[in-house]
């Protein structure tokens, strides 16, 4: 990463008649990161994008590429591209004729432009003999990878995706998930990418924001978004979790929802000190949730009556209701499956290391 | 099972079947033979020769024809470009307004051409509407416009306007936007996304809204008549005089036949290129 961003937003506003789609924007993007906006739909990440590529007009704010004020600039003039969520094939045109059009534009030779078509292909594992296909005959994830190599001979600065994954299933997004990763390494471009996923944010960026009601909770790398989150939002939308309103008791521990705090002064050491009578919410991930034998300790216990198991896949989900009513998730490894039945009175335990604390809230 | 239901489909479509062979089919059989039936003959009875499709060469019935169809041809250009920005608003643009536009052109409909155009003679003639307010106002005439070739092809652009403009809506709003928006973000013009984007993807509309307005248009008399005041004649005028004034139901076939050939030939060729299947909105 270089010393200056690739693309800043300065205080960007944009607004739809007397709705305010999106307040003040302020965002840095460095050279040749992947960088996420997530966010649930209606948050204002698909207006950001369609400002940042040129296809709406910021109502306020300054966009910067580089030294190059782009806001007022119009999208076919600007040197950025997307993938759209729909991927805008053209069906009119070939695989290989779809993949020149940028090139055909700049009045490339057609032979130099076959040449680049077809090393796109080879780059996005496709057969050469696609070239010559019509789009109707290609396959999701192979259209998929030709709006990617479309993108890439237009050669962008920066390239948007506007959720392009959302449309596959499951196996195909995850594989292609991968692969925009390695694109991504192997290519050296900037990559912005939105999408309402955090499991698709998680694997492929560099860094991840966190978009709501048009401004950002929270801009960070994946594992400190999902293991440090600044406030509930963050911390609910970033997949399964267990919060407990609690309040900082007399000794320097801190109490609430049922808990039972054993820290025994370890608490500074794990950041989840309080000064007495004041509150926060303290956050813990399902995985590190365990169920104690009668011998086990842990610093922090809680009873509760065990509801239901749910099988996902690899692992295994169990839902325990504590005594004031809080429903507690936890989520254990296939092998690692416990041997209580429903309706059993279980004791829960985690440990200071791998709680969070947000304080105030 | 298939087999039977194969069999069951073609017994319900035959009463509809029988209906378009006898009101479509019988009278284009009764026409084509009749063409080849010496001149002013009015029975199908007689030895077949060719003398009325000489006759269409002989005395420069020809002409008629490629008057025909160079005016069709210059009005359908006309209305494609008069169109497009109008059905591309319709399709993209005016949201409700569109239903009051489309409302308001098929009205115009409802009245009978003739009356339409004679609303035009009455608007256009010396004396009339312009030309009349124009010279008690300022004291100075001029001369009316009617009676040439320019104002039949006004005529016919004014009357076939709708079977131009619904297809070409239709055409239009089979373009992805967001196939516009991925050529402009990829550095094409407004005129590059016209000739590469919307062109070919609206393909379907721009033929059928060109072959109707062609076809009718080719066969149109009433403009030449009306408004053109016979400034010059018409194919569809020939084969009217041949089968009325002229008692020559042979030559009427004839040119009928030659005209019916040609439009005929350039509505296949046409409808083949085209996938009709995706302007019904039905998709393979």
Redesign the interface.
């Given at each position: 990463m270089t010393s200056q961003p690739i693309l800043r937003l300065r205080n960007v506003v944009k607004t739809f008649g007397s709705f305010t789609a999106l307040p003040g924007v302020n965002l840095d993007i460095e050279e040749g990161e992947f960088f996420t906006i997530v966010g649930p739909s209606g948050s204002g990440k698909s207006t950001l994008i369609r400002l940042l590529v040129g296809m709406d007009e910021v109502t306020e704010g300054e966009i910067w590429l580089r030294d190059r004020r782009i806001d007022q600039t119009p999208a076919n003039q600007r040197p950025t591209c997307m993938v759209f969520q729909s991927l805008a094939l053209f069906p009119h045109m070939s695989v290989g004729q779809n993949v020149e059009f940028p090139l055909k534009l700049r009045k490339v030779p057609a032979e130099k432009r076959r040449d680049r078509a077809l090393e796109l292909l080879d780059l996005l594992r496709l057969p050469q003999s696609y070239y010559s296909k019509r789009i109707s005959q290609c396959s999701g994830g192979e259209r998929q990878r030709v709006a990617l190599a479309r993108a890439l001979a237009f050669d962008p600065e920066i390239l948007f995706f506007d959720e392009p994954l959302s449309a596959l299933d499951y196996r195909l997004r995850k594989t292609l998930e991968k692969e925009l990763k390695d694109l991504h390494s192997r290519t050296g471009k900037t990559f912005v990418y939105i999408t309402h996923s955090l499991e698709e944010a998680m694997v492929m960026s560099d860094r991840i924001a966190i978009m709501n009601k048009g401004h950002f909770e929270q801009i960070a790398v994946a594992d400190e978004i999902y293991g440090r989150p600044v406030n509930r939002f963050v911390a609910e939308f970033m997949g399964e979790v267990n919060l407990f309103d609690v309040t900082g008791t007399d000794g320097g521990g801190l109490s609430g929802a049922g808990l039972e705090s054993h820290m025994n002064g370890h608490a500074e050491t794990c950041g989840v000190a309080m000064a007495p009578g004041a509150t926060g919410t303290l956050m813990v991930r399902p995985e590190y949730v365990r169920f104690l034998a009668s011998s086990d300790t842990a610093d922090f216990t809680l009873r509760g009556i065990l509801h239901g198991e749910y099988a996902l896949g690899s692992r295994i989900q169990y839902e325990v209701e504590t005594l004031g009513g809080q429903v507690i998730t936890v989520e254990k490894l296939r092998e690692d499956r416990v041997d209580r039945q429903p309706g059993a009175e279980v004791v829960l335990g985690f440990d200071g290391d791998h709680v969070h604390l947000i304080r105030g809230q | 099972m298939e087999r039977h239901d194969r069999k069951l489909g073609l017994l319900s479509a035959m009463p509809l079947g029988l209906i378009l062979v006898l009101s479509f089919l019988a009278p284009l059989v009764v026409v084509a033979v009749f063409s080849v039936m010496p001149a002013k003959v009015f029975t199908l009875a007689h030895m077949p020769d060719f003398s009325a499709y000489s006759v269409f060469f002989e005395r420069g019935y020809y002409k008629s024809l490629l008057w025909s169809l160079a005016m069709a041809l210059i009005a359908t250009l006309a209305l494609f470009l008069v169109c497009w920005p109008l059905a591309f608003g319709m399709a993209k643009v005016f949201g409700r307004f569109t239903l009051v536009l489309t409302v308001a052109v098929v009205m115009s409909l409802f009245v009978s051409e003739n009356i339409r155009l004679f609303g035009w003679v009455l608007t256009l003639m010396k004396g009339g509407l312009f030309e009349g307010y124009f010279r008690s106002l300022t004291g100075i005439g001029f001369d009316s416009p009617l009676y040439n070739t320019g104002i039949i092809i006004f005529g016919l652009v004014y009357v076939y306007l709708p079977f131009m403009l619904f297809p070409l809506a239709q055409g239009i709003s089979m373009v992805?936007d967001?196939?516009r928006?991925?050529?402009?973000?990829?550095?094409?013009?407004r005129w590059?996304i016209l000739c590469?984007?919307e062109l070919?993807?609206a393909?379907p509309g721009i033929m059928v809204g060109s072959l109707l307005t062609f076809v009718l248009a080719a066969g149109a008399l009433a403009e030449s008549k009306i408004l053109g005041g016979q400034a010059v004649i018409v194919i569809a005028d020939d084969i009217e005089t041949a089968f009325t004034f002229g008692q020559n139901w042979p030559l009427g076939a004839a040119l009928s036949m030659v005209l019916i050939v040609i439009i005929g030939g350039l509505a296949l060729f046409g409808v083949s290129r085209i996938d009709l299947d995706a302007i019904m909105g039905r998709k393979r």
């Open positions: - | 992805p967001d196939t928006q991925a050529a402009a973000d990829l550095g094409a013009s590059q590469q984007v070919p993807l393909a």
